[in-house]
């Protein structure tokens, strides 16, 4: 403004765009990621242009060849992921995670656990779990396009792999199971213990060691077995929180005045 080369109303303008931008500058970062996602799910050069050397995004070479052969591959890493993740970890059943979060696959490899960041649509990511050579699909997630994507790209590499799908909605349930996409598995409290039931029940199967019938008795019977160890100590479980959960509402009962 001194050389004469901006103008007050110049000045004024950049000043104005300057603030403008700071305040929009939270907001941009909030949706930003939403944005990215949704494009990404729509459209194929979005996903290209989000592909990047990230090394959560590749199988370790360390990780054993047994863990990567009739396998159980984990879409999503939210509570019922979780819960299934800790209940094959109890029976020894070898899987792996794939979640698009950073953050979540960086604290999982920190646990031991064998984990892949990535788009469950794109075939890339699948690969990386090694579902060619997996025994089952679990998709924990509850977006239903999403998971109709992850089992068109997951049949294309595997056939015969075997799909378990969580639906959040009766209607959803009904339309996957209408098209005969997999196992359909509804929601409600019990889901993650449901899914990872099935899970124990098919992998002591496939487990057997040979395809005599005598051979697939004994794995079935087995896995029965470990389900009746499995579902009477949820049912402890269940039982101790919901005593608990009635000592403390009796404890706490509100007074007339409260309840109404």
């Not at 209408?178 to 359909?184: D, F």
């Not at 479980?237 to 509402?249: A, G, I, N, P, Y």
């Amino acid at each position: 403004m001194s050389l004469g080369l901006l103008t007050k109303e110049g000045m004024n303008l950049v000043l104005a765009a300057a603030i403008l931008t700071i305040a929009l500058n939270p907001i941009s970062f909030s949706v930003a990621r939403p944005v990215a996602e949704l494009l990404c799910k729509h459209f194929r050069f979005a996903r290209t242009a989000a592909a990047r050397l990230d090394p959560q995004s590749t199988m370790p070479d360390e990780v054993e060849s047994k863990k990567l052969l009739r396998h159980v591959v984990i879409v999503g890493y939210s509570s019922i992921g979780r819960k299934v993740c800790e209940i094959l970890t109890k029976q020894k059943i070898p899987f792996v995670v794939v979640d698009k979060q950073d953050d979540v696959i960086s604290t999982l490899r920190k646990q031991g656990l064998v984990a892949i960041q990535g788009d469950c649509t794109d075939p890339a990511t699948l690969l990386q779990a090694h579902v060619q050579n997996s025994a089952q699909l679990v998709l924990t997630i509850s977006d239903e396009l999403e998971s109709r994507k992850a089992i068109a790209a997951a049949k294309i590499l595997n056939p015969d792999i075997e799909i378990i799908i969580r639906a959040v909605t009766d209607t959803e349930a009904d339309h996957l199971r209408s098209e005969n996409l997999g196992i359909v598995v509804q929601a409600s409290t019990s889901l993650a213990l449901r899914i990872a039931q099935y899970s124990i029940y098919s992998f002591t199967k496939y487990s057997s060691g040979g395809h005599s019938k005598r051979k697939e008795e004994e794995a079935e019977e087995k896995a029965k077995d470990m389900l009746d160890d499995l579902v009477a100590d949820e049912e402890r479980t269940v039982e101790k929180s919901t005593q608990h959960e009635r000592l403390m509402h009796s404890s706490n009962k509100p007074t007339d005045s409260m309840e109404k």
